[in-house]
């Protein structure tokens, strides 16, 4: 036998008594030595594993021994220690496994990471892992990483084989499902991590003073990290007793992906100027690990928001709130149902802007919102945490199939809030890893999918609102050839910032973090380049801009561009997996001579007095300045027009009913536009009827003439405070449906019939869109002139063209 492979000592399990703790110190001591401990479960006591080496097996022996002897005191000897354990047998491969996965098959291959303790032994475990793999053909890799006492290996080999290494002194204290990296995460580039990011810093260049700030509700920020410290213009926090500094690493996470989007790989390899136009800022809301707060969500959300409102009163400043923070999915309840909480009408009536009153003993929302204080709210749609390979693996074909899994898991409280903008992730990142421990990985997402990580609404009823309302990258993840390991790998994840605390200054992310991240960065933008909109405008322009990959319409459409499943299917299927798709910097900041944009701001009064009775109000006709004579010379062609209608509703978040003074919703929006044969009186005649019949519920709607061309139809899009749908048809058609209708279709205010509430104006961003697919043909310029604004001006204020009553 080689001399390297004998071992002078074992691993023992050693297990607590039932609602009993083990005398740890004990356990490591007089020549014994603690590798690991798992903590008590519902399920199983608390139990450790320790290394005996050859001469301590009779101080063991003595201490159990000696407990049938009593001390002076009349105690048992040794009792604190011998008491307390139940059993005492020899270890497993189980009892150092680290990870809540289950351990793959007994002779499945596999990817092991081993962790030896320099401390258990004075022989070279490495040099006898080395010869145990050679001795029995296993796959090791040829580096090892130091890391405080321990010494990290990783190998190839069955859970079977694995086995003989606990009977060698290369047995080690924890076993783990490997990570490996590469590329800018690769140990050897990682040593230039502190280069590379010395040099960014040197050539950003910070936002002007008074530009727009992504403000972060998270763990806190590290104020010192040299990418972000020019950037932050304040860091608070909402917790007593708890500073603003980042101890869990996440808020500064967010920072970086909130500065930097999904670039900053490429920045940090470049040598040009980067030029921010938006600050940072960051208000903590989650206590350091291991420390807990007994505050409602709603409470301490509503604390940070009027924290960074209130710490520089005299330095106004338009801010998008960013919180990556849902409530985890546990104890058999799977995320949320789309029903309002506390913490969720909370964000509605703040984004809203209803005013905050802070006081040591309580916390208001007080009256009625006042739109010129709304918040744009961003919410992370949350995570699917617990991907095991058996629920990704499509039963009948036997592919893999991650969409099962996320269409289960409903997003999470308060993503479902109707006037946050939710954010779920998709992913484009579908490469494998090219290190030798990933041989036979393939990605779970395909590029242009949904993200593994992603949750959905799927699940929904079909009368909750529709969440997520786009999608941002949120990465990927790796399978194993035989389909026993689901593995996280810096390469298809996100490089970002890292708290300085751990000596690194980058790192990777995955997930709705950094996706809903990579959207606070982009209404930023918006901000920055229309400082005009508001923000139900830049939530509307975020969606508006928004498009599904060819990946997410797979069998949708057919080859001809006609849809094989009905508008409720696409809805159910599409609408609620990635919301509207992915909107880009490009697509939010630019529209194209072939693709234009415009955005309507205006508000209308949606109930008004009339005696003692309370009726729907006003109506807001919009003439649309399409180039008519443009789009008759097209004749035939194919045109796209996209709406977008959003608007913020006041929350009446009890669970009483769902219609007349019950209904969540203070006020609810429609639009609908004229048909090519309709004139403006019967297109006026329509609305009412159909407004009337939809605040009654008892009456049917007629549909419109346009109704048939919409891609879902206002049946599927109209819930929520946020509706989007496409029209398409020929250019002469829509050459004669040059008005569209905004208009009201009940709500609590009416009902409430509340003096403070009738006859309140609401704001509304109306977004349309002109496309021509097929012909690249200049319907900007025409637009532009007809509007009488500068050309390449990509914004309009046009108004509406009269206000009527019902």
């Not at 990682?190 to 002007?208: K, Q």
């Not at 593995?487 to 950094?514: I, K, Q, W």
């Not at 007095?609 to 004749?635: A, I, N, S």
């Not at 407004?691 to 206002?714: C, M």
Request: charged share 25%; with cysteine; net charge negative.
């Amino acid at each position: 036998m080689d001399p390297r492979l004998r071992a002078d000592g074992f691993a023992v399990r050693v297990e607590a008594s039932p609602n009993h703790e083990l005398k740890l110190d004990s356990l490591d001591s007089s020549g014994l030595s603690l590798m690991s401990v798992r903590p008590a479960t519902d399920d199983r006591p608390q139990d450790a594993v320790v290394w005996i080496p050859e001469g301590a097996v009779t101080t063991l022996l003595k201490k159990i021994d000696e407990f049938t002897q009593s001390t002076p005191g009349g105690k048992p000897k040794n009792n604190a220690l011998v008491a307390n354990i139940e059993q005492i047998e020899q270890a497993t491969i189980e009892n150092l496994w680290q990870e809540d996965q289950p351990l793959p098959d007994m002779d499945t291959q596999a990817w092991w990471e081993l962790w030896l303790d320099d401390a258990l032994t004075s022989a070279d475990q490495v040099a006898t892992l080395r010869a145990l793999a050679e001795a029995h053909s296993w796959t090791m890799l040829p580096r090892t990483m130091g890391i405080g006492q321990f010494r990290v290996a990783q190998i190839s080999t069955t859970r079977r084989q694995l086995a003989q290494v606990l009977r060698t002194n290369a047995c080690p204290s924890e076993i783990r499902k490997p990570t490996f990296a590469e590329d800018l995460h690769s140990p050897p580039l990682r040593e230039l991590h502190r280069e590379l990011v010395t040099d960014l810093a040197d050539r950003m260049r910070p936002a002007a003073s008074g530009a727009p700030a992504v403000t972060l509700l998270d763990t806190g920020i590290d104020q010192q990290h040299p990418l972000l410290r020019a950037c932050i213009i304040g860091a608070h926090s909402a917790l007593t007793a708890e500073g603003p500094d980042d101890n869990r690493g996440h808020g500064t996470q967010m920072g970086g992906l909130s500065l930097f989007g999904d670039t900053l790989d490429r920045e940090l390899a470049s040598n040009s100027v980067v030029q921010l136009s938006h600050h940072l800022e960051s208000v903590k809301i989650l206590p350091r690990p291991g420390r807990e707060h007994r505050r409602p969500n709603g409470e301490v959300t509503a604390v940070a928001i009027t924290t960074a409102e209130t710490a520089a009163p005299d330095e106004p400043r338009t801010r998008v709130f960013a919180m990556a923070v849902t409530l985890e999915s546990g104890n058999g309840i799977n995320g949320t149902d789309g029903t309002a909480t506390l913490w969720s009408a909370a964000l509605d009536a703040m984004a809203a802007g209803t005013d905050i009153n802070v006081t040591d003993e309580r916390i208001d929302l007080l009256g009625p919102p006042d739109p010129d204080q709304a918040r744009l709210i961003l919410v992370s749609a949350g995570n699917v945490r617990d991907h095991q390979p058996a629920d990704l693996i499509n039963p009948d074909s036997g592919a893999i199939d991650h969409f099962g899994l996320c269409d289960t898991s409903r997003i999470e409280d308060p993503a479902q809030a109707w006037n946050v903008l939710t954010v779920g992730a998709h992913t484009d990142v579908d490469h494998v890893p090219t290190d030798s421990g990933h041989e036979g990985y393939q990605p779970i997402a395909a590029r242009g999918q949904l993200s593994p990580h992603s949750r959905t609404s799927v699940a929904f009823s079909e009368a909750a609102p529709t969440k997520p309302d786009l999608v941002m990258e949120g990465g990927n993840l790796l399978i194993d050839e035989a389909r026993t390991w689901v593995v996280e790998h810096p390469s298809v994840n996100l490089t970002t910032t890292d708290r300085t605390y751990h000596g690194r200054l980058l790192t990777t992310m995955s997930a709705t973090s950094p996706a809903t991240a990579q959207a606070a960065r982009l209404a930023a933008l918006a901000y920055a380049r229309y400082p005009q909109l508001r923000p139900e405008a830049v939530r509307g322009l975020l969606v508006h801009e928004a498009e599904w990959t060819p990946a997410m319409l797979e069998g949708v459409y057919n080859r001809n561009d006609r849809r094989k499943i009905s508008a409720q299917q696409l809805a159910r299927t599409v609408l609620r997996r990635y919301g509207w798709g992915v909107p880009t910097e490009d697509r939010v900041l630019a529209s194209t001579a072939s693709a234009v944009t415009l955005i309507v701001q205006d508000e209308l009064k949606p109930f008004i007095r009339d005696g003692k009775q309370v009726r729907l109000g006003e109506l807001k006709l919009h003439e649309l300045p399409w180039p008519r004579e443009q789009l008759l010379d097209l004749h035939a062609a194919k045109v796209k027009l996209r709406v977008t209608l959003s608007y913020f509703v006041e929350p009446n978040p009890g669970r009483r009913g769902m219609f007349g003074q019950h209904t969540y919703a203070s006020h609810r929006l429609r639009f609908a536009l004229k048909g090519p044969n309709e004139s403006v009186a019967a297109f006026e005649q329509r609305i009412a009827i159909n407004a009337q019949a939809e605040d009654d519920s008892r009456t049917t709607g007629k549909p419109f003439d346009t109704d048939r061309d919409w891609l879902l139809g206002p049946t599927n899009r109209d819930r929520g405070s946020l509706h989007s749908d496409v029209w398409r048809g020929s250019a002469r058609e829509l050459a004669d449906c040059g008005v569209l209708a905004v208009y009201p279709a009940g709500g609590w205010w009416k009902y409430h019939n509340s003096a403070d509430r009738v006859g309140r104006l609401a704001p509304y961003a109306l977004l349309i869109s002109m496309a021509t697919p097929e012909i690249a043909a200049d319907l900007y310029t025409p637009t532009a002139i007809q509007l009488g604004v500068p050309i390449p001006t990509e914004i309009s204020n046009a108004g509406p063209i009269e206000t009527r009553l019902f």
